[in-house]
Structures are given as C-alpha cells and as structure tokens.
C-alpha cells in the first residue's frame, strides 16, 4: 500500500514534502495499529491467565474447609472410640439403670444396644460389638478424608500437601492401633499408647490448621 501512495503521488507531480509527509502518515497509523492489536492480544492472554489462576485459588478456598472437617471429624471419631471411659468401662458391674443409662448414649443401633443389655456377659458383647462398629466408624472417616485429599490435592501448595501427606501416613496406622486400645493391654500400656497418640495428632493437626489459616488470611485474634 505504501508503494502505491508513494507512486501516486510523485506522478501527479507532488512536492518531496508532501510525499514523506504522506508517507509518515500513513506509516505511524500502520505501526500503531499493528501495536494495539499486539496489545490486545497481550490482554486476552494475560486475562486467560488471570481466570485460569482465580478459578485454581477459588477451588482451593472451597477445598481447605472441606479438607480441615473431613480431618477434624476423624479425630473426633478416633477420640470417642479410644476414650479410656469407653475401653475400660465394666459393664457387667453396673445395676440394670447404671447400664441402661451408659448404653444409651452409644453410637450403635437399638438392635445392638438390646443385645450388650440382653447378653450374659455384657463385657465381651460390649467389646465385640463396640470394636467392630468402631472399626467401621473409623475406616469411614478415614477414607472420606484420604479420598477428598487425594482428589484435591493438585489444588493445593506444596506446604500443604506435605503436611497432609504426613497426616495420611500417620492415619494409616490408627486403623491398626485402635485394637490396641479395646485389646486386653493393661490400664498403663493403653494410657502410654493413648498419651503418644493424642500428642503425635495433636501436633500434626495443629500444623495444618496454621498453614490452612495462613492461607485462607484468618484475621489474628
């Protein structure tokens, strides 16, 4: 197009000036629009960045509290059933009102309760019974919490999953300690285990919790 103007001009006789002026013209308004569309092209793509990283965050924002529950559940799952009240209790002891009033609270179903309140020796129906629901509790929560951290991981930082990493492994063998808490252990073998356990737990969740608060931008107290 350039060549054109340029042959344009100099045969209808126009003046040097002219032509550059023609030229510089033309040329400025070529180079500015090839920049604004190199900006415009800038923008989109800078814009596609901006959205793929905010739908990340916002995923990981809807995760983390998600992830603490799941964690926090399990524990309260792993407190209730290794509690020394409801490990070492002797229900064969109690008066029919004194075992009635224990059993009711349980977490199991009627059908269940019946049978610790009917059975000849209410210890060992207790422990069978309390050991397999337990079991089944825990190997519940366990896994709801293992399979949403795995599914969700990618969208959280390196921090994060190699604390909750740590977490999964050390949850791991909770599956296998619990026996050692309804087990025929004594009174200080399960205490040293349940004291190790609370302060190991402890600890790992609390780390979490820092960085998950950390992340989210809790406000301090």
Partial sequence: MMNFIVTLVSSLGG????????????????V?????????????????????????????FEVLPVLWQKLIDHKKNLELY????????????LTEIELQEYVKPLKLEKVLKDKILNAPDKNLMYKDLYMWN???VLQ??????????QNNKIFLTDKINEKSNEICNFLESTLTVYDLFIGPQTKEVKQA?????KNTFGKLTNSLGELIKDRLKFPED
Avoid: C, H, M, P
């Avoid at 629009?33 to 916002?58: A, C, G, H, P, V």
């Avoid at 290794?82 to 002891?93: K, P």
């Fill in 15 to 30: 003046a040097t000036v002219l032509t550059i002026i023609i030229i510089r013209f033309f040329g400025t308004k070529i």
């Fill in 193 to 197: 285990a349940r004291n190790d356990f």
């Fill in 32 to 60: 500015d629009n090839l920049f604004n569309k190199q900006i415009e092209s800038y923008k989109f793509k800078i814009n596609l960045e901006f959205d793929r990283i905010s739908k990340i965050n916002q995923r990981e």
């Fill in 82 to 93: 290794t509690n020394e009240w409801n490990t070492s209790a002797d229900l064969n002891s």
């Fill in 140 to 149: 519940r929560s366990y896994f709801d919490f293992i399979y949403y951290y």
């Fill in 134 to 136: 337990g079991k089944i």
